[in-house]
């Protein structure tokens, strides 16, 4: 049973450019949760894709953006890098959604802004 | 405004003995609190919860207990291991927010 899978595992970008980073959610989950990790913090919610459809998003501007595809599997995009940006990037999947919280993390996507 | 706090960054514990990690929280619509395990270079993983109409669950060796009057949860490890050894975070869910808030979290270090 695959859990949640996410690619890359890290990578560097300079200010300006653009990032997406990919999610394949754990087997029979059809929820997808985005967190940002910066370093000494915890994850801090980006948001999160039920039926293809952003369902909620927490305090993140429009420079980041998702979307989730019929096989449940889900991208985060992210424009206009700036240093700030540079953090563990955390795929979480759910059922449906579930209400009691619990998540299954991917390992994430460590990413760098120069 | 931070609404789950994990005021101790780390904690050091002699193998054997007990470990108790604290979270306070400031957001009373939380209904539902949750504590993960984090190892250096793997994503969280969920450890115990416990709804906020209980004041205590057990699972093995971790206990988490809360004190909804004082906004305050703690989780007792018990015999601690070295293979405990990780950053422990705290979170709740509840109300309107279908995602987790987490606090900073606390490193625990269990010494041989």
């Known amino acids: 049973d695959a859990g949640v899978t996410q690619s890359p595992t890290h990578l560097i970008k300079t200010r300006g450019q653009q990032v997406t980073l990919r999610c394949s959610p754990k087997?029979?989950?059809?929820?997808v949760s985005w967190y940002q990790q910066a370093l000494g913090q915890g994850p801090q919610f980006i948001f999160q894709?039920?039926?293809?459809?952003?369902?909620q998003r927490g305090n993140f501007p429009d420079r980041f953006s998702g979307h989730q595809f019929p096989n449940y599997s889900s991208e985060l995009n992210v424009n206009a890098l700036l240093l700030g940006d540079s953090a563990l990037y955390l795929c979480?999947?759910?059922?449906?959604?579930?209400?009691?919280?619990?998540?299954?993390f991917g390992e994430g996507s460590r990413l760098t802004v120069l | 405004d931070q609404q789950v706090k994990q005021n101790s960054p780390s904690l050091s514990v002699q193998e054997g003995r007990i470990s108790i990690l604290n979270c306070d929280y400031t957001?009373?619509?939380?209904?539902?609190f949750l504590w993960y395990k984090k190892y250096p270079a793997e994503g969280p993983t969920f450890l115990i919860s416990?709804?906020?109409?209980?004041d205590k669950n057990e699972d093995g060796r971790f206990t988490v207990f809360l004190n909804k009057s004082a906004k305050h949860l703690s989780l007792h490890i018990v015999p601690s291991q070295p293979g405990d050894s990780a950053v422990y975070f705290c979170?709740?869910?509840?109300?309107?927010?279908?995602?987790?808030?987490f606090g900073k979290g606390t490193k625990l270090s269990v010494k041989p």
């Open positions: 979480a999947s759910s059922l449906v959604p579930d209400l009691t919280g619990e998540l299954f």
């Open positions: 087997s029979g989950h059809d929820t």
């Open positions: 894709y039920y039926e293809e459809e952003e369902r």
């Open positions: 957001n009373s619509m939380f209904d539902y």
């Open positions: 416990i709804s906020s109409i209980k």
């Open positions: 979170a709740g869910t509840g109300g309107s927010q279908g995602n987790l808030i």
